[in-house]
């Protein structure tokens, strides 16, 4: 008996646990998007997306321990059909949910190979194999499976009336997008939905001990909040360099210069860029060399100071890179650029 209550209260914790893990995946987890977006990310942040995929596989993880203590907790009975269905689903869904972490991990192996475009069609084929769709019917019946396991939860009267649609609505969010707003009002939905769940497994006699788990989840959650906030924004900065001129030839009309790249005094780069009239300005097209890969940009200069641009693609890190590019005159003879990636 004392080793069943265990085995419950483990389970609960594990329920408590699962919105936090699924939060700081969340907030740790690089921009996401289309592959050449997630690929590039990848490849800018690796350990980032390292870490964020374990933090979602820990997240399964207390899924699967959670559904084992429901489907202790309701062996008979009414809404017991439910409970116990809807956890064998869940558990089996559990390989696709594994799986895509596996698949997780794979893009940073992609985003590694220098010939982007290969990895970026080998990626397309993956994702269109007709093999993937058993994988994507596991991971739908999965989260189902868990609306009908919270289904029986509130017919055996455990949980509220409003707790699976709690679910329902974390699965609406999952499928609407990978953004972070998203995936912070999933989080929020989820703990919800599953704090119901763990305390219909804690019970009444350890209300004390769950008070105390879900203050703990509570603080673990700022904890993990700012640095991982802050770490996922790192993909959002834009990369500020100075550029200073040491080659300047003139072919005909064109005006063809090079440039050292440079930040906080180092010298991250270099660029090359041809320019040609245009009316009053000067139409100039660059590429803008670095360790990670290159930036291709477009500039209309000449009207002033201060010139504007648009980043029309790249390679490596940069592959299909879209955003936008400012200069900026600074004395001595150098600019200050400023890339946005989009």
Same mark, same amino acid.
């Given at each position: 008996m004392t080793r069943t209550i265990n085995r419950r209260a483990l389970a609960g914790y594990a329920l408590i646990a699962a919105p936090v893990f699924k939060l700081a995946s969340v907030l740790v987890w690089p921009t996401q998007g289309k592959a050449a977006v997630e690929l590039r990310s990848a490849a800018a942040h690796p350990a980032a997306w390292t870490a964020a995929t374990f933090l979602w596989l820990a997240f399964v993880a207390c899924i699967g321990a959670g559904t084992l203590g429901l489907a202790q907790l309701v062996r008979s009975g009414r809404g017991a059909r439910l409970v116990q269905g809807g956890s064998g689903m869940v558990l089996l869904a559990m390989l696709a949910w594994g799986g895509a972490g596996a698949l997780a991990l794979q893009e940073i192996v992609l985003a590694r190979e220098p010939n982007r475009g290969a990895m970026l069609a080998l990626d397309a084929d993956m994702r269109h194999s007709s093999g993937l769709f058993v994988y994507v019917l596991l991971i739908m019946l999965g989260e189902l499976a868990l609306v009908a396991v919270f289904a029986g939860l509130r017919r055996a009267r455990l949980v509220p009336l409003w707790q699976p649609l709690a679910m329902v609505g974390? &699965?609406?969010?999952? &499928?609407?997008?990978?953004?972070?707003?998203?995936?912070?009002?999933? $989080?929020?939905?989820?703990?919800? #939905? =599953?704090? /119901? #769940?763990? $305390?219909? =497994? =804690?019970g009444p006699a350890r209300s004390t001990v769950k008070a105390k788990a879900l203050a703990t989840a509570a603080l673990l959650v700022l904890a993990l909040a700012l640095p991982a906030a802050a770490m996922a924004d790192d993909a959002q900065q834009p990369i500020v360099v100075v550029a200073k001129s040491y080659s300047d030839k003139t072919v005909g009309k064109r005006d063809v210069f090079k440039e050292i790249l440079s930040a906080h005094g180092r010298r991250v780069g270099h660029d090359v860029v041809s320019c040609l009239p245009h009316g009053k300005k000067m139409v100039c097209h660059g590429t803008l060399f670095f360790r990670q890969g290159d930036i291709y940009v477009r500039v209309l200069a000449g009207g002033g100071p201060a010139a504007g641009g648009s980043v029309t693609g790249? /390679?490596? #890190?940069?592959?299909?890179?879209?955003?936008? &590019?400012t200069l900026r005159g600074l004395p001595h003879g150098r600019d200050e650029l400023t890339i946005k990636l989009g």
């Open positions: 974390a &699965i609406v969010l999952d &499928i609407a997008g990978d953004t972070k707003l998203l995936g912070v009002l999933e $989080s929020g939905l989820l703990v919800l #939905a =599953l704090g /119901t #769940a763990a $305390s219909a =497994l =804690l790249g /390679t490596g #890190a940069y592959a299909d890179a879209k955003g936008t &590019i």
